[in-house]
């Protein structure tokens, strides 16, 4: 795992208006570069996770060998994580399912190399209630590795002291969403997760802190489907 070390970054990244002043560019769902504030960090429940913008610089990963945790499987039928009182209901026929009935904090190694093949099958698994929400940073990042080595996202938020996490966070107040909105004609967007990684991630968890009632929905989809 690289080492990160501190560096004098460059200049942060500034877009000028009409009127001659300058805003942070807004590049993704965050606003980078942008201390959140302290009225954020009041009313949310989960301050810890809030994003920072550390300077921190990390060494080219070089190419490594990657034992996925799926080809450890033997039984197909996942003894140790499809027990008798877990629900699979599938979303699409060959796409995405909703698991009830896991603990992911409780699983085991052999749980957890089951729940790598399952992905494999499934693309895409929902894990309702889970208590590894509230566990914390430290807890859910050693349970990720079971799955491989952390990827550093280099223009996003982090949790501080966990540069593996990739914060989502949007503050709500007028000004940053008339920001967010100056390059943009809708709120919704579409990416793919680092692509250009020689070795890019082989499996994401991602995690709903807090959301509004209406809206903020995350849509996947199947993109080697398209091949077929």
Not at 110 to 127: M, P, S, T, Y
């Given at each position: 795992?690289?080492?990160?070390?501190?560096?004098?970054?460059?200049?942060?990244?500034?877009?000028?208006?009409?009127?001659?002043s300058?805003q942070?560019?807004?590049?993704?769902?965050?606003?980078?570069?942008?201390?959140?504030?302290?009225e954020?960090h009041?009313?949310?429940r989960?301050?810890e996770?809030?994003?920072t913008?550390?300077k921190?610089?990390f060494?080219?990963?070089?190419?490594?060998?990657?034992?996925?945790?799926?080809?450890?499987?033997?039984?197909?039928?996942?003894?140790?994580?499809?027990?008798?009182n877990?629900?699979?209901?599938h979303?699409?026929?060959?796409?995405?399912?909703?698991?009830?009935?896991?603990q992911?904090?409780?699983?085991?190694?052999?749980?957890?190399?089951?729940?790598?093949?399952?992905?494999?099958?499934?693309?895409?698994?929902?894990?309702p209630?889970?208590?590894?929400?509230?566990?914390?940073?430290?807890?859910?990042?050693?349970?990720?590795?079971?799955?491989g080595?952390?990827?550093?996202?280099?223009?996003?938020?982090?949790?501080?002291?966990?540069?593996?996490?990739?914060?989502?966070?949007?503050?709500?107040?007028?000004?940053?969403?008339?920001?967010?909105?100056?390059?943009?004609?809708?709120?919704?967007?579409?990416h793919?997760?680092?692509?250009?990684?020689?070795?890019?991630?082989?499996?994401?968890?991602?995690?709903?802190?807090?959301?509004p009632?209406?809206?903020g929905?995350?849509?996947?989809?199947?993109?080697?489907?398209?091949?077929?």
């Open positions: 795992m690289p080492s990160p070390m501190p560096i004098s970054s460059p200049d942060k990244p500034q877009a000028a208006h009409a009127n001659g300058k942070p560019i807004s590049y993704d769902i965050n606003i980078p570069y942008v201390d959140v504030s302290k954020s009041s009313r949310t989960y301050p996770y809030l994003p913008w550390d921190m610089w060494d080219p990963l070089p190419p490594f060998h990657y034992d996925d945790p799926a080809l450890r499987v033997k039984d197909k039928s996942k003894p140790n994580l499809m027990t008798e877990v629900k699979l209901s979303i699409q026929p060959r796409f995405g399912s909703v698991v009830d009935g896991v992911l904090s409780q699983l085991s190694d052999a749980g957890k190399d089951e729940l790598a093949q399952l992905v494999a099958e499934r693309k895409v698994l929902a894990f209630d889970q208590d590894l929400i509230d566990a914390g940073p430290e807890s859910q990042e050693k349970f990720m590795r079971h799955f080595k952390p990827n550093y996202q280099p223009v996003s938020g982090t949790v501080r002291g966990h540069p593996g996490f990739h914060i989502i966070h949007r503050d709500g107040n007028r000004e940053e969403i008339s920001r967010f909105l100056e390059q943009r004609t809708t709120t919704t967007l579409w793919q997760d680092v692509s250009y990684e020689i070795q890019p991630p082989g499996y994401v968890m991602l995690g709903l802190l807090e959301g009632d209406v809206g929905d995350t849509v996947f989809a199947a993109t080697d489907l398209a091949y077929q």
